[in-house]
Nanobody, 130 residues
Framework: QVQLVESGGGSEQAGRSLRLSCRVSGYTYSNYSMGWFRQAPGKEREGVAAIDSDGSTNYADSVKGRFTISKHNAKNTVYLQMNSLKPEDTAMYSC????????????????????????WGQGTQVTVSS
């Protein structure tokens, strides 16, 4: 059974930082693409950041320059470093994985709206004040 468990969410003031973690178990982690999504109340879920098995990364325009996705293969963990937080970053953040999808193909990034992931975590809440 594939399992993804997020941690690191919480409340912070605008301009501060948080780092989310996603621990993955139940499959060969290094062969999967990993992604972070978020959903705010009354809004549709949106892709935030993703990383392929070869290390290629892809970001939503709203977080470019502020968020960084990375992974530590030995720990089966993917991270989302969130800097310069804004109130509009407030959302439930979920980790996702897929064995077939790629977010960068032949050097071209796939728009977040067309990302496709099969496995999902339960999510961790991020709340940014001011």
């Amino acid at each position: 059974q594939v399992q993804l468990v997020e941690s690191g969410g919480g409340s912070e003031q605008a301009g501060r930082s948080l780092r989310l973690s996603c621990r993955v178990s139940g499959y060969t982690y290094s062969n999967y693409s990993m992604g972070w999504f978020r959903q705010a109340p009354g809004k549709e879920r949106e892709g935030v950041a993703a990383i392929d098995s070869d290390g290629s990364t892809n970001y939503a325009d709203s977080v470019k320059g502020r968020f960084t996705i990375s992974k530590h293969n030995a720990k089966n963990t993917v991270y989302l470093q969130m800097n310069s937080l804004k109130p509009e970053d407030t959302a439930m953040y979920s980790c996702a994985a897929d064995s077939r999808s790629r977010v960068v193909v032949d050097g071209s990034p796939i728009p977040p709206a067309r990302w496709s992931f099969s496995y999902w975590g339960q999510g961790t809440q991020v709340t940014v004040s001011s």
